[in-house]
């Protein structure tokens, strides 16, 4: 059992940065692989990014890449999601989420067996 609790969100200027922390209980963390998923009002969740067990592979959607870092820091149980150049486009319920995608499967939410409550992420023009 995984219980994730996210932090860090706010409203921020177009062009500003936030960081989420997604900090996770348990001494099964690092078995994890995490992902951050956002939706926004009437919008399905999307994929954001996500990272292994080790760090060592990271996966980003199209919208977000090259301006969003993920990261996880396994002494801590804490999986990082650091947003730069934020858009208004970016406003959304960010979530993380742990499971044990594989190969391509990292982009889907049914993969993810443990979900945070979510953040609010609200960019303003």
């Known amino acids: 059992q995984v219980q994730l609790v996210e932090s860090g969100g706010g409203l921020v200027q177009a062009g500003g940065s936030l960081r989420l922390s997604c900090a996770a209980s348990?001494?099964?963390?690092?078995?994890?692989?995490m992902g951050w998923f956002r939706q926004a009002p009437g919008k399905e969740r999307e994929f954001v990014a996500a990272?292994?067990?080790?760090?060592?592979?990271?996966y980003y959607a199209d919208a977000v890449k090259g301006r969003f870092t993920i990261s996880r820091d396994n002494a801590k149980n804490t999986v990082y999601l650091q947003m730069n150049n934020l858009k208004p486009e970016d406003t959304a319920v960010y979530s993380c989420?742990?499971?044990?995608?594989?190969?391509?499967?990292?982009?889907?939410?049914?993969?993810?067996?443990?979900w945070g409550q979510g953040t609010q992420v609200t960019v303003s023009s």
């Open positions: 348990g001494r099964t963390f690092s078995s994890y692989s």
């Open positions: 989420a742990a499971g044990t995608p594989s190969g391509t499967d990292y982009e889907l939410a049914t993969m993810y067996d443990y």
């Open positions: 990272i292994n067990w080790s760090g060592g592979n990271t």
